[in-house]
């Protein structure tokens, strides 16, 4: 099975800086992309940022672009988020998920993230 561990959260000040990362075991790891989504309280999950494993091609939602950069570490196989200029409609449950080449989702457990104002 393919596992991913999730770690990085915290709580931080508006306008800090805080770097997710994304950890994957299992030899079923083959992924065609891996991304980042977030779940704020009383909301629906949503994307954040992907990365294509092919090609390092990146893709952001408006809401978090020029401030979140995703990021990879093939030896390691681990995903990172770093997110910078942080404001508190940051504050979420942040997920990493494996889309695999046949299409199947792999979730990670989440992570919380807490922006102060």
């Known amino acids: 099975q393919v596992q991913l561990v999730e770690s990085g959260g915290g709580l931080v000040q508006a306008g800090g800086s805080l770097r997710l990362s994304c950890a994957a075991s299992?030899?079923?790891?083959?992924?065609?992309?891996v991304g980042w989504f977030r779940q704020p309280p009383g909301q629906e999950r949503e994307f954040v940022a992907s990365?294509?494993?092919?090609?390092?091609?990146?893709r952001y939602a408006d809401s978090v672009k020029g401030r979140f950069t995703i990021s990879r570490d093939n030896a390691k196989n681990t995903v990172y988020l770093q997110m910078t200029s942080l404001k508190p409609e940051d504050t979420a449950v942040y997920y990493c998920?494996?889309?695999?080449?046949?299409?199947?989702?792999?979730w990670g457990q989440g992570t919380q993230v807490t922006v102060s104002s």
């Open positions: 998920r494996m889309t695999s080449h046949a299409g199947y989702y792999y």
């Open positions: 990365i294509t494993w092919s090609d390092d091609s990146t």
């Open positions: 299992g030899r079923a790891f083959n992924p065609y992309v």
